[in-house]
């Protein structure tokens, strides 16, 4: 096959599934993962994807409609960062604290680097649920509803019923992108419960790594001006951190 032919197709898989492994890559096509890497190399120079750990993804082209990843999709992306934002998130939390965390790769995180000994932890989430759920120093409180399966979160009618009688101290989510003054979110039943728990609790913390800047998905969460702090990590673009070091508290760094 030849090198354009094999690019072309990489490309058509990328766009067609949002996130394409280099493994999955060498299957379909018949070619060594080392050949997949140099292609995705090329396709990134050339502007067309954008490389992540494991593979690539489509490029969120500006003012596109925001497609959201799988769950387990987006477990492969930005690793490290991740840990670094949930590093950070985790030193925030006191011994007593109550605290909501919200679905997310980067919030679940959280639990590798807690070090407290008391701390009730409320979550609508199974993913931060299951992390959580075999550690005796945590009062652990799981939020149902109905289940939706593309996060593992669950939402709905008796979800929000629920969360409007929580107060916490502070709140951990994710958000799917930052752009202008907005956070947002792209589901938005998703987004209904977090705005809840926004206005139930004393600090809110959004986790956000580098390339969620500049991207506007379906629903806004909040304001910037209205969180706390936005947590991101080491890479975010430098105008991007000078536009919202004016708006809010910007944490990329390990206290």
């Not at 890497?37 to 990134?44: G, Y």
């Amino acid at each position: 096959m030849l090198k354009s032919n094999r690019q072309r197709q990489i490309f058509n898989l990328v766009e067609e599934k949002g996130f394409l492994k280099v493994s999955e890559a060498s299957e379909l096509l018949g070619v060594a993962e080392m050949t997949i890497r140099r292609d995705l190399v090329e396709l990134e120079d050339n502007g067309l994807i954008v490389r992540v750990h494991g593979g690539a993804k489509k490029l969120q082209k500006q003012n596109s409609q925001y497609i959201e990843l799988s769950h387990i999709q987006k477990k492969s992306l930005n690793i490290e960062e991740k840990k670094h934002i949930a590093k950070i998130a985790a030193r925030l939390i006191k011994e007593e604290d109550v605290i909501f965390i919200g679905a997310g790769t980067t919030t679940e995180y959280i639990y590798d680097f807690i070090n407290v000994n008391t701390v009730k932890v409320i979550t609508n989430s199974i993913s931060i649920f299951n992390r959580f759920k075999s550690d005796s120093r945590f009062d652990l409180i799981l939020i149902g509803g109905k289940l939706r399966e593309r996060t593992g979160s669950f939402i709905g009618y008796f979800t929000r019923k629920m969360i409007r009688d929580i107060k916490v101290n502070k709140v951990f989510i994710g958000a799917n992108g930052i752009k202008g003054d907005y956070i947002t979110t792209a589901e938005e039943e998703e987004g209904v419960i977090h705005q809840i728990i926004l206005n139930n609790s004393d600090e809110n913390y959004v986790l956000v790594d580098n390339t969620k800047f500049g991207i506007e998905a379906f629903q806004v969460l909040s304001n910037v001006t209205d969180v706390t702090a936005v947590i991101t990590d080491w890479k975010i673009k430098p105008q991007y951190e000078a536009y919202y070091r004016g708006k809010c508290k910007i944490i990329k760094e390990k206290s």
